[in-house]
Structure formats: structure tokens, C-alpha cells
Nanobody, 122 residues
Framework: QVQLVESGGGLVQAGGSLRLSCAAS???????????MGWYRQAPGKQRELVAT???????NYADSVKGRFAISRDNAKNMLYLQMNSLKPEDTAVYYC?????????????WGQGTQVTVSS
């Protein structure tokens, strides 16, 4: 099992910045560096959507709506995932979720945090 705990959400004015953090932990055999990690978000009345991902090898991917404004990063030594969010817009308002995923012998394992609220005022 993997536990993910997000933090860093809050209320910010449009144009402002926030940095989300996700602390990962698990059993004695847990290896954070083996997991692909990602940030997803869900706005009221909408489906959960991908924001950004980073593979175990460090390759990143972003939703078109956040390219150039958000940056995902990971610190394998600290078992931490981050999302730096700049130039925030009201449409970025959502609950942001941390995700960990790994495929072992054709079986996919996915874990989610409890989410952190980000509210951007206009």
C-alpha cells in the first residue's frame, strides 16, 4: 500500500502562485522512485482531469491548459512530489489530487491522495 498526503492548497488571487506538495509513504519495500507520479484535478460538476505527470525516469507531461504556467517535479530522496503553479486563473479552481502508479507483471497499481483545494479568485 502507498499513502499520499497533499498540502499547499489555498485561496489565491488570479495571477498568483501556489506550490502543492505530496508526501508519499508505504511499506518497508516501498520505493518512491519506481512510481510514475502525477497531479490531477476535479472542479465542481466536472470529471477529474490530468494536470501533469512525471515518470520514474523524470519525463514530464502537461495538460495543454497548464503548459508554461505549471511545473511538476519530484524529489526521490525525500519521497516528495511537487506542483509549482504560476499565473493562476479562476478556471484552475479545483481539488488537486496526487497520484502514484506502477505496473508490475501486467498488473496496474494506482493510489490517490485525499486532495487539496485550490481556489483562484478573479
Amino acid at each position: 500500500q502507498v499513502q499520499l498526503v497533499e498540502s499547499g492548497g489555498g485561496l489565491v488571487q488570479a495571477g498568483g502562485s501556489l506550490r502543492l506538495s505530496c508526501a508519499a509513504s508505504g511499506s518497508i519495500s516501498f520505493r518512491f522512485s519506481s512510481y510514475g507520479m502525477g497531479w490531477y484535478r476535479q472542479a465542481p460538476g466536472k470529471q477529474r482531469e490530468l494536470v501533469a505527470t512525471v515518470t520514474s525516469g523524470g519525463s514530464t507531461n502537461y495538460a495543454d491548459s497548464v503548459k508554461g504556467r505549471f511545473a511538476i517535479s519530484r524529489d526521490n530522496a525525500k519521497n516528495m512530489l511537487y506542483l509549482q503553479m504560476n499565473s493562476l486563473k479562476p478556471e484552475d479552481t479545483a481539488v488537486y489530487y496526487c497520484n502514484a502508479n506502477r505496473v508490475v507483471l501486467s498488473t496496474s497499481y494506482r493510489y490517490w491522495g485525499q486532495g487539496t483545494q485550490v481556489t483562484v479568485s478573479s
